[in-house]
């Protein structure tokens, strides 16, 4: 297999992989989706398929969607039943955060061989269990654990995004805030040539009220936005495939 050279975060740093890239999904319930969800892993994917020249895999330890009903991720039904069951696979789960992540991480990475992580964490986190800075530590004490599983690990990390509750609770947002200059300290500071990190930008125009469908979680429009803030930060720094496919189009309504 053709080998693929990624540019770091890092000027002059480059990583060469011989095989394909595996890429992991990290997150709480924005990430895993419930039953019924495209999911922006699902609309990932189908950006990763756009380049055949680019080989990838999609790995992590679990599949499904979480099922209100039986309050338990137990669902196989993505709203497009071809999704491949490969390609499924991630490590998210509904009301986890960087709290439950950071002990896993360095097993779940090293058993499915993980170079890529792509992190959406921290809200569920500000909501019910910890403060800005205790998140912020327990953010550091993850990117600590899965280089311990590969010192080559690259990660992208996406800033919090306030939901619907932040406009009502001035000190949840301002929690919200805090979390995030603290999370761009994080990535500043621990970035590494061998093990890049990317702070991805905030989605453009996401706007909770047209983008979700209960002010927190995304519907399509806000699945292909997520998607794209990751698409485009490894794109832009690592030169990493293309720009998301659906750019032109997200500041209007989108298909399912």
Known sequence: MAQVSIVTSQAGGMIGHDDAMRFLFVGDSMTIGRAGDFT???????????????????????????????????SET????????LARRHLSGWGEGWLHMAPVIADAAREAEADVLLVSLGLIDLGFYTDA??????????????????????????PVIPNVR?????????SCARFNELLAKAVADLDDPASPL????????????????????????????????????????????GPYAERQALEQPLPA
Request: proline share 9%; hydrophobic share 45%.
């Open 166 to 174: 932040a406009e009502t609770d001035a000190p949840f947002a301002a």
């Open 40 to 74: 922006w892993r699902y609309r990932m994917w189908q950006h990763l398929e756009s380049f055949p020249a680019l080989p990838y895999e999609i790995v992590g330890p679990r599949s499904t969607l979480y099922d209100a009903e039986a309050n338990a991720p137990l």
């Open 78 to 85: 993505y709203a497009d039943p071809s999704f491949p069951a």
């Open 198 to 241: 990317l702070l991805a930008s905030r989605p453009t125009a996401y706007d909770i009220h047209t983008d979700t469908y209960d002010g927190t979680h995304p519907g399509p429009t806000g699945e292909h936005k997520l998607a794209a803030a990751f698409a485009d930060a490894m794109h832009q720094a690592w030169a990493l495939g």
């Open 133 to 158: 800075e205790q998140t912020a530590a327990n953010a550091r004490a993850f990117i600590t654990a899965a280089r311990t599983a590969n010192p080559r690990m690259r990660m992208v990390l996406l």
